[in-house]
């Protein structure tokens, strides 16, 4: 079983320089198609790179330098293993979703040019981060247009503060988290502005919350959003909103995702 990390720089900043210090020392490099626990089978695709090409390698590799300051949940794969000119092991890397690296330092550490490391690895065999690349993006594609979706179904008046709820998450979760809040809040605000009255409120919200009914994938952040919304009403008005005249299907549904939740 191959350990991921460089144990010498494991409590440092993630770096090219360090990066370029390691693969200086490396008299070849093996890079397995699998995670770390998988690098000795015999059944995965694999490169061996040396001599000059090692430089070739520390390029396509460079980093942002400092990291991301976090670590992605995921195995990752492939595995890069850096043997020194004795075959010793000095360090093993592995790549998160075709985009970062992991094992150099504290944290993760995204990749300068992604693509370029996925199109080398692809000549030479390796083309599982190719595929995976493909998916992500038809994969993105989709989660925007859903996303797009749902902000040009938000009740009149209130689109641009629905963006903004549905804004993509970025890489500090912390702040994305806050800034989140303030985006439920500011649309909470605009909608107690924009109906008043609860009753025609609750009505536009089912409307609304009905929407992942008829998505794949789940509830998104920005649809429990509009489920805050609606928990924050008085329980039985929003019972006497669907009795005072009959719901449309947008309506029910919305009901249903809401009276299903946990909450």
Do not use: K
Not at 166 to 180: F, I, K, M, V, Y
Not at 196 to 220: F, K, N, Q, T
Request: overall charge negative; charged content about 25%; glycine content about 10%.
């Amino acid at each position: 079983m191959i350990s991921e990390g460089t144990p010498d720089m494991a409590e440092s900043a993630p770096t090219t320089a360090r990066l370029r210090d390691v693969l200086n020392r490396a008299g070849r490099v093996v890079i397995v198609e699998g995670p770390p626990h998988e690098a000795e089978s015999g059944d995965l695709a694999r490169t061996v790179v040396t001599g000059a090409e090692i430089a070739d390698l520390a390029d396509l590799l460079a980093l942002v330098d400092g990291g991301t300051g976090d670590r992605c949940r995921c195995l990752g794969w492939p595995t890069i293993m850096v043997h020194d000119v004795n075959g010793e092991l000095i360090a093993c890397w592995t790549l998160h979703h075709q985009s970062g690296l992991r094992g150099l330092g504290d944290c993760d550490a995204d990749l300068r040019d992604g693509p370029a490391l996925t199109a080398w690895l692809a000549e030479r065999g390796l083309t599982g981060s190719r595929e995976v690349q493909a998916q992500l993006a038809v994969q993105q594609t989709e989660a925007d247009r859903r996303r797009t979706r749902w902000v040009q179904a938000a009740p009149a008046g209130l689109s641009d503060a629905a963006a903004d709820v549905a804004r993509t998450p970025g890489r500090d979760r912390e702040a994305w988290s806050r800034q989140l809040q303030d985006a439920g809040d500011r649309l909470a605000a605009l909608l107690q502005d924009r109906c008043p009255d609860p009753m025609e409120r609750i009505r536009v919200l089912l409307a609304w919350a009905g929407i992942p009914a008829r998505e794949s994938g789940g509830l998104m952040w920005y649809d429990r959003a509009v489920q805050r919304l609606l928990l924050a009403e008085d329980p039985e008005l929003l019972l006497a909103a669907l009795i005072a005249q009959p719901p449309h299907p947008a309506q029910l549904d919305g009901a249903a995702q809401l009276f299903g939740s946990l909450e």
